[in-house]
């Protein structure tokens, strides 16, 4: 079984799915290679990938996830879902309930990216605690889109939400140049003590684990020994990564070739099933 936990699609219907990017700027990849999810299908098989997570296109879409809950209603078996919503708004709790309604299971804050590279703080702010507090006692996992500098603040949630499954997209964006004990990392491998927080493994981390003095076996070795191999599953980041498809899974299956296979299932499939229950389905 191989999940890809983050892919996204963007329709090319712009007409019937208009862009309205988070914090008024378009991401580049989203405006120069749409994918609409038919042609996500068609890569998924292509790379042997059984079962895709997609998530909501901020930078293209906003809070508007008509699109992913379309592309999960047409293939309910290929597909999961990852929605945002703007979690200090008055009605937060009413849009999470009604993506969840549409066959959304998990939900994605974006803090910080290529199109917002300041990283904001509303995510911990008090008006955020009745979304934080529903995911906790509902088992709602919220992906982070954010930087290593921002985790000391999102440690303030962890401790008031222990309940709530947070995932850590790209390794929250951490550097691994500098070599063992990867200091620039810290903060990331701080979090392991937290038994809900989990990491996303995407070409970005992978690419970091393959500069200066770090490699794979040490970099990416250190975040299995921190956290375990089921607190961390993979994600190709297609099409926002370059590659295509199958470049990506080979590229990942290579990093993590030093892993017995043990770790290397609960990173491409099982840690995923555990988080996103319907992808254990069918």
């Not at 990938?49 to 293939?75: C, G, I, K, M, P």
């Not at 440690?155 to 008031?160: A, D, G, I, Q, S």
């Not at 790209?170 to 990491?199: C, I, Q, T």
Request: hydrophobic fraction near 45%; glycine fraction near 6%.
């Amino acid at each position: 079984m191989l999940i890809d936990t983050h892919s996204h699609v963007i329709a090319t219907d712009t007409a019937k799915y208009p862009l309205a990017p988070l914090f008024g700027r378009q991401s580049q990849w989203s405006a120069e290679h749409p994918l609409d999810y038919p042609d996500m299908i068609a890569a998924m098989d292509s790379a042997g990938v059984d079962r895709t997570v997609l998530v909501q296109a901020s930078s293209a879409y906003a809070f508007d996830n008509s699109y992913v809950a379309d592309a999960l209603a047409a293939h309910p078996n290929c597909f999961a879902g990852v929605f945002s919503i703007d979690v200090v708004a008055p009605d937060a709790v009413e849009k999470m309930k009604y993506w969840i309604g549409r066959g959304l299971s998990g939900m994605r804050i974006f803090t910080a990216g290529s199109t917002q590279p300041v990283q904001q703080t509303f995510f911990a702010e008090e008006a955020a605690f009745p979304v934080w507090k529903y995911a906790a006692d509902n088992g709602i996992s919220v992906c982070m889109q954010m930087q290593v500098k921002g985790l000391p603040l999102l440690e303030t949630v962890l401790k008031r939400f222990p309940g709530a499954p947070v995932i850590l997209d790209h390794f929250a964006r951490a550097e691994a140049a500098d070599g063992p004990p990867f200091a620039s990392a810290a903060p990331l491998f701080a979090l392991a003590k937290y038994p809900n927080v989990y990491l996303k493994l995407t070409h970005r981390p992978i690419e970091q684990s393959m500069k200066g003095k770090a490699t794979p076996e040490t970099f990416l070795g250190k975040a299995v020994a921190e956290f375990g191999a089921n607190r961390i599953m993979w994600g190709s980041n297609f099409p926002a990564a370059d590659p295509p498809l199958p470049e990506l899974v080979a590229m990942a299956r290579k990093a993590l070739s030093f892993l017995p296979q043990g770790d290397q299932d609960w990173i491409f499939a099982k840690t995923a099933q555990a988080l996103y229950p319907a992808l254990a389905k069918n």
